[in-house]
Nanobody, 118 residues
Framework: QVQLVESGGGLVQAGGSLRLSCAAS????????MGWYRQAPGKQRELVAS???????YYANSVKGRFTISRDNAKNTVYLQMNSLKPEDTAVYYC????????????WGQGTQVTVSS
């Protein structure tokens, strides 16, 4: 199975920006539904952004208008641009392939920590 490696996290002040990267060990050009999940301490992992079937995109209400998902198939990489960050965005961020229910279907990578200070 293709391995996913997330990077780009860090510590940022509220209102700042980060761009996360998810590098795949193999081709993802035929994989429509790549997405980003996050897990905050004490909370369940949640889907925050993804491509969906038909090349549409999905964003959780909590990030809509602030986060943008994109991809570069030539580099086998998916990105998450995060702007206007809030302390409640603090979490470990993971990429994966979602199914029609938003459930991840591949093995998880190690994730990348995002910490937003107030």
């Amino acid at each position: 199975q293709v391995q996913l490696v997330e990077s780009g996290g860090g510590l940022v002040q509220a209102g700042g920006s980060l761009r996360l990267s998810c590098a795949a060990s193999g081709s993802i050009s035929s994989v429509n539904s790549m997405g980003w999940y996050r897990q905050a301490p004490g909370k369940q992992r949640e889907l925050v952004a993804s491509f969906t079937y038909g090349a549409s995109t999905y964003y959780a209400n909590s990030v809509k208008g602030r986060f943008t998902i994109s991809r570069d198939n030539a580099k086998n990489t998916v990105y998450l641009q995060m702007n206007s960050l809030k302390p409640e965005d603090t979490a470990v961020y993971y990429c994966n392939v979602r199914d029609s229910w938003g459930i991840a279907t591949w093995d998880w990578g190690q994730g990348t920590q995002v910490t937003v200070s107030s």
